[in-house]
C-alpha cells in the first residue's frame, strides 16, 4: 500500500489504477473472510481506510482551489 504522500504525486489515471487494485484486494479479502481462510482479519479495516484515502486524494485532485474573489465591503453611512 502507497502512503499518503506517494498517493498525492500520482497522476490521476494512476490513482484510479490504484483504487481499481485496492478495491480488488478488498474483495478478495471479503471472500476469504467469509470461507475463514482470512488469517489477518485486521486486512478488511486497513483496506477500507486506504480506499478512504485513495478516494479523498482523488478528490483533492480534481478540485483544485478556485482563486479567491475579492469583494467589496460596503461601508455604512
Known amino acids: 500500500m502507497l502512503t499518503k504522500q506517494e498517493l498525492r504525486q500520482l497522476q490521476p489515471k494512476e490513482i ?3 483504487l481499481t487494485r485496492s478495491s480488488r484486494e478488498l474483495i478478495k479479502a ?13 486486512r478488511l479495516q486497513l483496506l477500507k481506510k486506504h480506499i478512504a484515502i485513495i478516494k ?3 478528490n ?3 478540485k483544485a ?6 469583494t ?3 461601508k455604512k453611512q
Do not use: D, F, G, V
Open 65 to 70: 482551489p478556485a482563486p479567491k474573489k475579492k
Open 30 to 42: 471479503r471472500m476469504e473472510h467469509s470461507t475463514q481462510t482470512l488469517k489477518e482479519t485486521h
Open 56 to 58: 479523498t486524494i482523488a
Open 60 to 62: 483533492e485532485t480534481k
Open 72 to 74: 467589496a465591503s460596503k
Open 16 to 18: 484510479n489504477e490504484e
